[in-house]
């Protein structure tokens, strides 16, 4: 299973359309996971075209995206259990209001953005990742979003990074 995470594409404010690095992942995708700021559904209907997508809304989402997909949800795929949620809140860090959001639940991996920095890391035997933004890098290096590939009970889950976002 491959899966491509994303988040912060922030389309048309910041890009007019997808990159073409993660459109080629796009297409090669069993799943794909946004963790919020789409701007529009626009971005989700072409996501879904390439294969199922799942997410979340973000703090600069329209109504109709926080009424499609919420603001907090677990993804299962094929048995791995995946938490997502933008991040965006008061106090304490990103990565702390992500943890702390799926507190008591059953879950391996929580993606989030909002912060659009590249995370991963081990805490607590959760991984916690934000995939960056793959058209908003801010004040990071590169552009950016994940993959995670699972077989069978193995799975890895990387960031890519790229210097356009045409």
């Known amino acids: 299973m491959n899966i491509v995470i994303l988040s912060d594409t922030h389309i048309p404010g910041r890009a007019k359309k ?8 796009c297409g090669q995708a069993d799943l ?14 072409e996501l879904s075209a390439y294969a199922r997508t799942e997410g979340v809304a973000g703090n600069v989402d329209p109504w109709e995206v926080i009424d499609k997909f919420g603001r907090q949800k677990i993804v299962d795929a094929d ?14 860090t990103t990565e702390r ?7 008591g ?8 953005g909002h912060s659009h920095i590249p995370v991963s890391r081990q ?19 590169r ?9 069978g009970e193995a799975w890895t889950l990387d960031h890519v990074f790229f210097d356009s976002k045409d």
């Open 97 to 103: 209001r992500a943890l702390e959001a799926f507190e």
């Open 18 to 25: 997808l990159p073409s690095v993660l459109a080629e992942a």
């Open 32 to 45: 794909i996971i946004h963790a919020g700021d789409w701007q529009t559904l626009d971005v989700y209907f």
């Open 123 to 141: 805490e607590g035997g959760i991984t916690l990742f934000n995939p960056g933004s793959p058209t908003d890098k801010r004040r990071q290096p």
């Open 143 to 151: 552009y950016s979003f994940g993959i995670l590939e699972k077989n």
């Open 79 to 92: 048995g791995l259990k995946i938490g997502v949620i933008h991040g965006d809140g008061l106090r304490k």
């Open 105 to 112: 639940e059953q879950v391996d991996i929580i993606v989030f």
